[in-house]
């Protein structure tokens, strides 16, 4: 597969597929493979765990849209009102931002509908954040009741170096 072809979105998914994959073998020891990308309404792709297709379907977790932009290097440094705000905004505020821009999206989602033995992966590109910041703020995380998803996992960075956080079940 020629990464460089596919369009941002899908090397998005694809780069936090193939760090979940490797965090899932290191430290959870399941060896997953992948195996396409897909359409909606499907999930983004499916995997293969011990023979049986997974699906995948992959978000970002970035704070807001002054993150996102960040992350992806499209920062207009001469900025407006909006954006200057947001960059002095105290660690306070972040701290209780990402739980819940991360409730928000968990919301989100499990108002979508896709097949069986779907997975939800949630990689966080906020750079502040790794897992010890998500442990800190468990309880503060709400994973809806009611949800299509069969595992539920939270990337902690862009990498997994820190590691992956379970939320569901």
Not at 1 to 14: T, V
Not at 25 to 45: C, I, V
Not at 63 to 77: F, Q
Request: charged share 30%; with cysteine; hydrophobic share 35%.
């Amino acid at each position: 597969m020629n990464i460089k072809k596919l369009d941002e979105k899908r090397q998005l998914e694809f780069y936090a597929v193939v760090y979940f994959i490797r965090d899932q073998r290191k430290n959870h020891h399941r060896w997953l493979l992948f195996k396409e990308f897909s359409e909606p309404p499907n999930p983004d792709t499916y995997c293969l765990l011990n023979g049986e297709q997974v699906g995948i379907e992959v978000t970002h977790l970035v704070g807001n849209d002054h993150d996102a932009k960040n992350v992806l290097g499209r920062l207009n440094h001469g900025g407006n009102l909006e954006e200057s705000k947001q960059e002095r905004e105290p660690p306070a505020a972040i701290n209780s931002r990402i739980p819940t821009e991360l409730n928000r999206i968990l919301d989100y989602k499990a108002k979508h509908h896709y097949g069986d033995h779907t997975w939800l992966v949630i990689r966080n590109t906020y750079p502040l954040w790794q897992k010890r910041d998500f442990e800190r703020y468990r309880a503060a995380i709400v994973v809806p009741r009611h949800h299509a998803f069969e595992e539920i996992w939270l990337m902690c960075d862009p990498l997994a170096a820190s590691g992956t956080i379970r939320l569901y079940p």
